[in-house]
């Protein structure tokens, strides 16, 4: 395996660290005070829970793309297991989060920081309903698991371009062809998720049959919406 694996006890963030670190180094940490995820949330972080961070050469205007190519490293990883991908990469259990993927830029790195509630379920109010995999893998089993299906995915990436983990994010993908609604860092829209671009946007068609496109924002699948 290619990674350079080193185990903390406690840190602020994983991927605090893991921006002092080389290409290629992997920091596992038993437990973080200062987790964060996505559009400056907090990533509750109940202890013995999965913390880690991987430092990944910075891929230019393909970085954003590694979001899709870690989503579906996780999910291949968590066999026996029906989970599923909420755009861009949550990952989701029975309609649940279980797993979420922080990319940060440092310089000419990417940092990415991943968070799978393996043992617990974290406290508190969220965005979404929260899920743990009530300890089904050994912390160590899935961390190897995703590490290896990411070099793997990585390779193809940059073998082949984004197309077959396009199409492996879509056949995990929740909500295609559903109506949804995405809410982004100003307002939210809603709409049928017709598709994920080659850009990994959401493309959405609205009430009115325009197309829109969406690079960031949080999306909720709208069960009771208009199809
Ligand atoms: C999200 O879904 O909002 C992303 C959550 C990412 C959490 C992980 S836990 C390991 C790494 N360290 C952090 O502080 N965040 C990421």
Request: charged share 20%; proline share 3%.
């Amino acid at each position: 395996m290619k990674w350079n694996l080193i185990y903390l006890d406690k840190v602020t963030s994983t991927n605090d660290v893991a921006k002092t670190l080389p290409c290629q180094s992997v920091i596992v940490a038993r437990e973080q005070t200062k987790g964060r995820g996505r559009c400056s949330r907090v990533w509750v972080s109940e202890p013995d829970n999965l913390f880690f961070s991987i430092v990944l050469k910075n891929y230019g205007m393909k970085a954003p793309l590694l979001s899709f190519v870690l989503g579906v490293s996780v999910v291949e990883s968590l066999k026996g297991v029906d989970a599923k991908l909420k755009w861009p990469n949550d990952v989701l259990i029975d309609g649940k989060k279980v797993s979420g993927i922080l990319l940060e830029n440092e310089g000419d790195k990417i940092i990415a920081g991943i968070g799978v509630n393996t043992k617990y379920i974290p406290k508190g109010d969220f965005l979404y309903p929260v899920e743990c995999l009530n300890g089904l893998f050994s912390n160590e089993l899935l961390l190897n698991s995703i590490l290896n299906n990411l070099e793997h995915n990585l390779d193809v990436f940059e073998k082949e371009g984004f197309e077959s983990i396009r199409q492996k994010w879509l056949s995990y993908a929740v909500g295609i062809g559903q109506y949804i609604s995405v809410k982004m860092p100003i307002g939210s829209v809603e709409g049928i998720f017709e598709n994920m671009t080659q850009e990994g946007a959401i493309q959405l068609k609205l009430d009115n049959l325009s197309c829109k496109y969406i690079t960031a924002g949080d999306v909720f699948l709208l069960n009771e919406g208009k199809l």
